[in-house]
């Protein structure tokens, strides 16, 4: 199995499922957990050096940020509902309380930080949802965390893809700290699958082809991108939902599109302009 895939496995101490952490990444800004908890489990935890984008992906809770209390927030039981998330935000040195009102899938994202904002709420409608591409390229967004919202490093979106579509396609990398021409952004992706026992594919590879893999990830899979292009693909029949969490030393998304396929951005300007 290819390293850059870490499996969900039963749920262990305080319900973890799966992790990546900067040390066993090998990289230098993000972290990322998923816990599994059953109503009444608690998970606390203090952030210590980093800050945190808690991400209830399914179920619904209670949520202690520091003095703050959200409770019963959470309102989706699938990531496949059509509906955006509940977050928390975490700043570093902080603490957090989650309580499960109901079974919960939670996400915990992390990135360095140095507590520069207070903790808070991210509600359904403070997220913004939008369908990116066209055709067998299009997908639907909701930005939990985008770089318009108030954080130190993490940057924190979902994606849903019907089967039979491709999404982070055409191919796109941000591996070079080059500003303005492309942001160094490391990147994890938390894989659900609908029917999950489906798969979808996703490729990972750079300019040299140093580095080129192509997976095929199961439900409830962790896939790092440390550098290169990395897009998917869901199989016709399968839905694919996944999270992603990007980090780097200044907090934008600006991209890099595989010059091969370059022509596909121009090929979607042009259809959307008839449109007009």
């Not at 991108?225 to 992603?244: I, K, M, R, T």
């Not at 030393?249 to 370059?262: A, K, L």
Request: charged fraction near 20%.
């Amino acid at each position: 199995m290819s390293n850059l895939i870490i499996k969900a496995g039963a749920p262990g101490k305080d319900g973890l499922v799966a992790a990546v952490s900067k040390e066993s990444a090998g990289w230098e800004y993000v972290g990322f957990e998923v816990y599994q908890l059953q109503v009444g489990d608690t998970l606390s935890r203090s952030a210590e050096g980093n800050e945190i984008c808690l991400v209830l992906l399914a179920g619904k809770a209670d949520v202690r940020a520091g003095a703050q209390l959200f409770a019963g927030i959470g309102e989706r039981m699938s990531v496949f509902e059509d509906l955006p998330p509940y977050a928390v935000y975490i700043p570093a040195g902080g603490h957090y309380e989650v309580t499960a009102l109901t079974e919960l899938e939670l996400a915990v994202c992390l990135a360095p930080g140095t507590g520069k904002y207070a903790p808070r709420l991210i509600a359904p409608c403070d997220t913004v949802a939008e369908v990116r591409g066209s055709g067998s390229m299009s997908r639907r967004v909701v930005n939990i965390l985008p770089e318009q919202s108030e954080a130190e490093s993490l940057l924190v979106v979902e994606v849903r893809t019907g089967g039979g579509n491709w999404s982070s396609y055409p191919p796109h990398k941000h591996d070079c700290d080059n500003l303005p021409a492309e942001s160094y952004l490391e990147e994890t992706y938390y894989h659900r699958v609908h029917p999950a026992h489906g798969f979808v594919v996703q490729r990972v590879y750079n300019d040299d082809r140093s580095l080129d893999e192509t997976m095929a990830v199961s439900d409830r899979s962790i896939v790092l991108v440390p550098e290169g292009y990395h897009p998917v693909s869901a199989p016709p029949g399968y839905d694919s939902y996944y999270l992603n969490v990007m980090a780097g030393p200044v907090r934008t998304w600006v991209f890099h599109n595989d010059p091969e396929h370059e022509w596909l951005f121009e090929m979607q300007q042009h259809q959307k302009d008839k449109k007009k």
